[in-house]
């Protein structure tokens, strides 16, 4: 491996993906064959921008540009809000100060992602929790089958509850550790999010990809730091083309950071 082979790359607009990215698999966010639930689905879905949210605690107006990254599916977003500010705290999937960030923080902070999926592809979203990203990319890319890898039994229970609730045909919920899911690919891509530090974290995924298959990580302020100290790791297990984009910017006050890289050559 290079000694510097990271790349970083601030994208400007959440939608296109070619400026920083450069390759040639990315359609944009709400792209795909499956329809969005109706407003009259449910009446925790609101018809407007500016819905709120509330998770015992201040409450997170929806940002405007909100309806932008998602597209058709701005409802099943919204559902997708509302259910998780109602039962979050209650099932222990995000922390009880999380209301007056919800959609900034935690909902756009994954749907921004949406663009670098494979059309048609298959994702494996490793240790989904309350579904951050797998649900919220389910959710923008109906055209992009998502399996949610979670080994804690109240999370699957949660995941496959909401599943429903939301009407989504492209997802599915397998209860297992990641190490224990390579039989369930392999995959196009596998993401994560705020699960561990890279070098604990790419050698129980990267043998859930496909060769030419790509990691796609969301990853805090210390990205590079954990890129320099998986060096081996990440030689180890043929990591390349590895790049830093930074998506959202202008939508949400943190821009989000996505750790991509491919494992493997060419299928």
């Not at 009880?96 to 999926?117: D, G, K, Q, T």
């Not at 059309?119 to 998502?146: E, K, M, Q, T, Y």
Request: net charge negative.
């Amino acid at each position: 491996m290079a000694e510097d082979p990271t790349t970083v790359s601030r994208e400007t607009s959440p939608l296109d993906p070619r400026g920083g990215a450069g390759r040639d698999a990315a359609v944009g966010v709400g792209a795909g064959a499956g329809a969005g639930v109706s407003d009259s689905d449910s009446a925790s879905a609101s018809a407007g921008a500016g819905v709120s949210v509330r998770l015992g605690g201040e409450i997170e107006v929806e940002p405007a540009g909100t309806a932008q990254v998602f597209g058709e599916q701005i409802t099943r977003a919204r559902r997708f809000a509302a259910d998780l500010a109602h039962y979050g705290e209650q099932l222990g999937l995000v922390g009880p100060l999380e209301a007056s960030r919800l959609w900034s923080r935690h909902i756009i902070n994954c749907a921004v992602v949406a663009p670098y999926l494979r059309a048609g592809g298959r994702l494996a979203d490793v240790g989904s929790g309350a579904g951050l990203p797998g649900l919220v990319l389910a959710i923008a890319r109906p055209d992009v089958s998502v399996t949610l890898i979670e080994p804690m039994e109240r999370r699957t229970d949660w995941l496959r509850d909401e599943t429903a609730r939301l009407g989504l045909t492209n997802v599915t919920v397998l209860r297992a550790r990641a190490e224990d899911a390579v039989s369930a690919g392999p995959f196009d891509q596998v993401t994560a999010r705020a699960v561990s530090a890279l070098i604990k974290l790419i050698p129980v995924t990267a043998p859930l990809l496909r060769r030419g298959g790509e990691l796609l990580f969301l990853k805090g302020a210390r990205v590079a730091d954990e890129i320099a100290a998986a060096t081996s790791v990440l030689r180890c297990h043929h990591v390349k083309d590895i790049e830093v984009l930074e998506l959202g910017e202008g939508i949400v006050p943190e821009v989000t950071r996505l750790f991509r890289a491919t494992v493997g050559g060419a299928s």
